[in-house]
């Protein structure tokens, strides 16, 4: 049941591993209409839907993570900042990396 959040409207969808996704929408027959092709693709064991939630690609603030230095960049950027043991978790991180390649 898609609720509304500010100005926009939530879907929720449980995948069968238990990973909740909730995207956003701007109108609510658009977050229930993703909601039922969800279901619907969990019942049948398909992926679920990619929500098509009329964001221009290319727009500011999207990102290219198709690279693991890419990928590592934003973790630590968005994630491992201000960490207590942020510096043990980039060194980990920077060690894959290094490893594995950009």
């Given amino acids: 049941m898609a609720r509304l959040h500010g100005k926009r409207w939530l879907a929720s969808a449980t995948d069968p591993l238990g990973t909740r996704l909730r995207?956003?929408?701007p109108t609510q027959a658009e977050a229930?209409?993703?909601e039922e092709e969800?279901?619907?693709a969990i019942?049948?064991?398909r992926p679920i839907p990619a929500p098509e939630t009329g964001k221009a690609e290319g727009r500011q603030g999207a990102?290219?993570?198709d690279t693991l230095g890419a990928l590592f960049d934003h973790v630590?950027?968005?994630k491992w900042a201000?960490?207590?043991s942020a510096s043990d978790a980039i060194?980990?991180?920077r060690h894959v990396v290094e490893r594995v390649g950009a």
């Fill in 23 to 25: 995207p956003s929408f």
């Fill in 32 to 34: 229930e209409r993703w």
């Fill in 38 to 40: 969800a279901r619907r």
């Fill in 43 to 45: 019942a049948e064991g």
């Fill in 63 to 65: 990102r290219n993570l």
């Fill in 76 to 78: 630590k950027r968005t």
């Fill in 82 to 84: 201000g960490m207590r």
């Fill in 91 to 93: 060194r980990n991180g």
